[in-house]
Structures are given as C-alpha cells and as structure tokens.
C-alpha cells in the first residue's frame, strides 16, 4: 500500500509562484510514476504532469509546459513548481502514483492506482 501526502497549496495573486510537495510513503517500485492532476469545480480531473522514477523522465500537459515544473527527491517526493499562476490554474490539486511500469508517464487518471487527498490552489486576479 502506498500513501501519498500533498502541501503546499493556498491562495496566491495572478502571476505568482506556488511549489507543491507530496511525499509518497510505503511499499514503492523502482520505476513507479507519479503524477500531478487538477480539478476545478464543475470540469474532470485534468492531468498536469509526472514524473518516472529510475528512468528521470517527466511529461506535461500542453496547457502547462513553460510555466509549471515536475521534480523530485529520493523516489519518494515530487514537487510541482508553478509559476506566472493565472486564475484558470485554480483547482484542487492532486498527487498520484502508480506502480505500473509501462515505461512512459500515464496521462488518464484511470492509470493510477494511489491518490492523496489534494490541496487547493486559489489563483485571484
């Protein structure tokens, strides 16, 4: 079993930065994936970006690349980076992981099996 654990989140104006961390703890896999997806009110969970470990990849969403970074620590902790924050960026923000090791980093929610228990972003304009 795998518990994930998200901070970071809060209320920031347009154009500021915000760093997310989860941390994963339990029994992991040394090429699992972990993933960052959102969800605002009323739209479906949207994938942000992720990372795989052993391999070092990361892979993002088109709607985030330049401005939001993946990064990790130890397998076991991902940041999210966000920077030039817009309003459309608010959401309650999640952190995934799967144990699958496909090779590539999932983009559709139904790929992982593990979730934490998400952190609101709040972008005022």
């Known amino acids: 079993q795998v518990q994930l654990v998200e901070s970071g989140g809060g209320l920031v104006q347009a154009g500021g930065s915000l760093r997310l961390s989860c941390v994963a703890s339990?029994?992991?896999?040394?090429?699992?994936?972990m993933a960052w997806f959102r969800q605002a009110p009323g739209k479906e969970r949207e994938f942000v970006g992720g990372?795989?470990?052993?391999?070092?990849?990361t892979y993002y969403a088109d709607s985030v690349k330049g401005r939001l970074t993946i990064s990790g620590d130890n397998a076991k902790t991902v940041y999210l980076q966000m920077n030039s924050l817009k309003p459309e960026d608010t959401a309650v923000y999640y952190c995934?992981?799967?144990?699958?090791?496909?090779?590539?980093?999932?983009?559709?929610?139904?790929?992982?099996?593990?979730w934490g228990q998400g952190t609101q972003v709040t972008v005022s304009s």
């Open positions: 339990g029994r992991t896999f040394r090429r699992y994936a």
């Open positions: 995934s992981a799967t144990m699958g090791d496909s090779g590539y980093i999932p983009s559709r929610a139904e790929s992982y099996e593990y």
């Open positions: 990372i795989r470990w052993g391999i070092g990849s």
